[in-house]
């Protein structure tokens, strides 16, 4: 029986998050969530969620994990309110102990905020393993766009997150603190090292001029034609650096890294720090 994936995007935050069902067991993993949140009014709102929650309960389907790809600097994780809702184990990778430990200072959380990832149920690290349903997963640590990036592999399919778009887009951005251009190339290197008609399925697509709907995956084979590859690292490193400089701060970076470096839990007040982003 084959492994089905269903796509969730969210227009907002041009979000894909996806349900992997195995089909023997109708047991499901949620990948990269997306609570709904206003900036000026502070409101969150649970359309987003619902969507994949309304799926599975009405597809019989029981849910053994939320995974987080990485902690997301666009769009705030629903991940404690779906396992409100369906259960399951929130995981991600081990490195968020890097990430927390950065930006607990930039955002000044003070002793009383655990750097230690015990805010999730569970922290993988490269070549971790894991089950759902019948299905075997597998971890590839895929650092560059931040330090704790993870790319799951299971069955043919591979979802990676941020770390690459569609091939006519580009790649992640390296420019956030504890990110970098270098491991970025390694990582895509390790993705593109996995067989031609391995499935990518990617963690956004803001499509392109010339190309809309939202296209949720591609090939490896077709990710060799990346806009953003480069024929060395170095001229790589040195294009992707230069790009970053040129970006705006995402919009909802403030109380996205807040939230999601916590495992979605959402504080009561969102701080913003001063000269210490972008």
């Known amino acids: 029986m084959k492994t089905e994936v269903v796509a969730f995007f969210d227009d907002d935050t041009f979000t ?46 029981t849910v053994e994990w939320i995974l987080e790809t990485h902690v997301h600097a666009d769009h705030l994780s629903a991940a404690p309110y779906i396992q409100e809702q369906l259960g399951g184990d929130i995981a991600i990778g081990e490195h968020i ?8 200072k930039v955002f000044n959380e003070g002793t009383e905020f655990a750097r230690d990832g015990s805010q999730f149920d569970a922290l993988f690290k490269e070549g971790s393993e894991f ?11 895929t650092p560059g766009h931040t330090p704790a990036c993870l790319t799951y592999l299971i069955d043919d399919m591979a979802f990676v997150g941020d770390t690459m778009f569609m091939p006519d887009y580009g790649t ?14 390694d990582s895509m290197q390790k993705i593109l090292a996995l067989p031609d008609d391995t499935k990518i399925y990617v963690g956004h697509d803001y499509g392109t001029k010339d190309r809309y709907p939202v296209l ?32 705006n701060v995402p919009k909802l970076i403030i109380p996205s890294l807040q939230v999601n470096m916590k495992a979605g839990h959402v504080p009561e007040t969102i701080k913003v720090p001063v000269n210490k982003l972008g």
Request: hydrophobic share 35%.
């Open 216 to 247: 949720t995956g591609t090939t490896v084979k077709e990710q060799k034609q990346n806009v953003g590859l480069k024929p060395t690292k170095e001229e790589f490193v040195k294009w992707r650096n230069e790009r970053d400089s040129q970006l």
């Open 16 to 61: 894909l998050s996806y349900v992997l069902i195995d089909p023997a067991t109708d047991q499901c993993a949620i990948v990269d969530s997306v609570l709904n949140f206003d900036y000026s009014s502070g409101q969150t709102s649970t359309e987003s969620a619902d969507e994949i929650i309304t799926f599975v309960q009405e597809s019989n389907l």
């Open 97 to 104: 102990k890097t990430v927390q430990d950065v930006f607990g």
């Open 131 to 141: 089950m759902i349903g019948e299905l075997r997963a597998k971890v590839m640590h």
């Open 172 to 185: 992640a951005r390296c420019d956030f603190p504890g990110g970098s251009a270098e491991d970025l190339w």
